[in-house]
């Protein structure tokens, strides 16, 4: 698939040491030549919020890793209980045009729907997932539904529903045809996909972006002070404000 810029993180949002110049905290090094990867990695017009939610055990933790680190951790991988799991890559929508994702795995919470409002309302995107193979994460897509809107107000978030572990065809609990009648209802796109096999991986995050990104330009989505969801980009040469500077120098780089 063209038109993406590969370069994934991972972080699990604690104190930690400060990067030093051109590294990458908390990534895991990359086989390309390190200086060009961070100067690629510093080139972004936007940074992009987004939220994955939905029931435990649909794949949301394996859809993020797939799309960061470009692998499936298979059945052991570790499934913090507590916490928000962070992830963050570039997209290129256009060439480039670079959008820095910040993605927020809801590790736990989905389990007691405590998701708390300051993710929802921080947040310019959502992942809506449920699992093909499980029809009540399905039907849950409702609740997850009213539980965004409830708590999103008054800012905006675009989600896509996402039916995940297709490549399970024969496990099929749900139809395509229910699950895009329930999207186009709601308002939003469907979209079938696989961390296994990687299928859709790449465009799911590529549409949702490019949604996003087209409301931004027309300013249907503007960004606020003290709103997290859309931020301006990082481009060499560009001056940032006092304020921005310092928050890049004592936040989490993620
Ligand atoms: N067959 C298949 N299994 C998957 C896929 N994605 C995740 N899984 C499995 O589903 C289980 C739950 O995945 P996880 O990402 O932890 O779900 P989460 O609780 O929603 O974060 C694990 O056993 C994964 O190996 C997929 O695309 N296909
Ligand atoms: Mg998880």
């Not at 649909?58 to 992830?87: A, I, N, Q, W, Y």
């Not at 539980?147 to 039916?163: D, N, R, S, T």
């Not at 096999?197 to 949702?208: R, S």
């Not at 931020?231 to 780089?253: I, M, Q, R, T, Y």
Request: net charge negative.
């Amino acid at each position: 698939m063209p038109g993406i810029g590969a370069i994934g993180a991972r972080c699990r949002h604690r104190p930690r040491r400060r990067p030093k110049k051109g590294e990458e905290s908390g990534h895991q090094p990359q086989a390309d030549a390190g200086g060009e990867r961070a100067m690629d990695a510093a080139i972004w017009i936007y940074q992009f919020r987004l939220i994955v939610l939905g029931d435990s055990t649909v794949g949301k933790s394996c859809l993020l890793h797939r799309f960061t680190e470009g692998r499936f951790p298979g059945p052991m991988h570790s499934d913090p209980t507590v916490g928000v799991d962070f992830f963050s890559r570039l997209v290129e929508i256009e060439p480039g045009k670079r959008i820095k994702l910040q993605l927020w795995d809801t590790a736990g919470q989905e389990r007691f729907r405590s998701i708390t409002r300051s993710y929802y309302r921080n947040s310019v995107g959502g992942l809506l997932v449920f699992d093909i193979t499980n029809r009540s994460s399905f039907e849950n897509v409702y609740n997850w539904l009213d539980e965004g809107k409830m708590h999103v107000e008054p800012f905006q978030i675009v989600f896509i529903l996402v039916g995940h572990k297709c490549d399970l065809e024969a496990e099929r609990q749900v139809g395509r045809e229910e699950a895009e009648e329930l999207a186009s209802n709601c308002g939003m796109k469907y979209i079938e996909t696989s961390a296994k096999d990687a299928t859709n991986v790449e465009e799911t995050f590529t549409i949702l972006t490019k949604d996003i990104y087209e409301l931004v330009k027309k300013g249907e989505i503007s960004m606020r002070d003290g709103w997290e969801g859309v931020k301006s980009g990082f481009v060499p040469n560009v001056v940032h404000s006092s304020e921005e500077a310092a928050s890049l120098g004592d936040h989490c780089p993620c």
